[in-house]
């Protein structure tokens, strides 16, 4: 084989490997950016389900049965969207707490340190938010 027929096998490899690198990393950073959106969407998803919550514990006093059938509803949606580290321990010890308010639905203690479980999955929630926000503009990601 002469030198030229060597020399153009070698650089076509060559381009034919850039090619196969640039379709893996796109392939990565996609999926890396979809990963980043779901998780957001979960975030933002728990910050709705814990405003609903706070609204239907403040209307417990005008239509009890009403409020306690939305809190369980987005408590229950609140459970299955558990994304953050402490989020889980905050959304059990909700659980627990809304149980014993179910029982007891005039208990303002037990309303008080619903919304304080409510706070702490919303903030949880929130910093996560922007630590991942902070993270993709120090990194050049959108979204």
Same mark, same amino acid.
């Given at each position: ?8 096998l ?55 049965? $009403?409020?306690?059938?939305?809190? +369980? *509803? ?7 969207? &558990?994304? @953050?580290?402490?989020?889980? !321990?905050?959304?059990?010890?909700l ?6 308010? $179910?029982?007891?639905?005039?208990? +303002? *203690? ?7 479980? &409510?706070? @702490?999955?919303?903030?949880? !929630?929130?910093?996560?938010?922007n ?13």
């Amino acid at each position: 084989m002469k030198i030229k027929t060597k020399l153009n096998l070698g650089v076509g490899l060559l381009f034919l490997i850039i090619i196969i690198l640039s379709l893996v990393a796109s392939f990565y950073v996609f999926s890396i950016k979809k990963d980043s959106e779901n998780i957001l969407k979960a975030n933002y998803n728990t910050l709705e389900y814990s405003q609903n919550m706070l609204l239907s514990l403040d209307e417990m006093n005008a239509d009890k049965e $009403k409020a306690i059938v939305v809190f +369980e *509803t987005n408590l229950i949606k609140q459970i299955a969207n &558990i994304t @953050e580290a402490g989020e889980d !321990n905050a959304t059990y010890n909700l659980k627990k707490v809304f149980n014993f308010l $179910k029982k007891n639905k005039t208990d +303002e *203690t037990l309303k008080s340190q619903i919304r304080q479980d &409510i706070f @702490e999955i919303m903030k949880l !929630n929130m910093n996560a938010i922007n630590q991942k926000n902070r993270y993709c503009r120090t990194h050049g990601i959108d979204g």
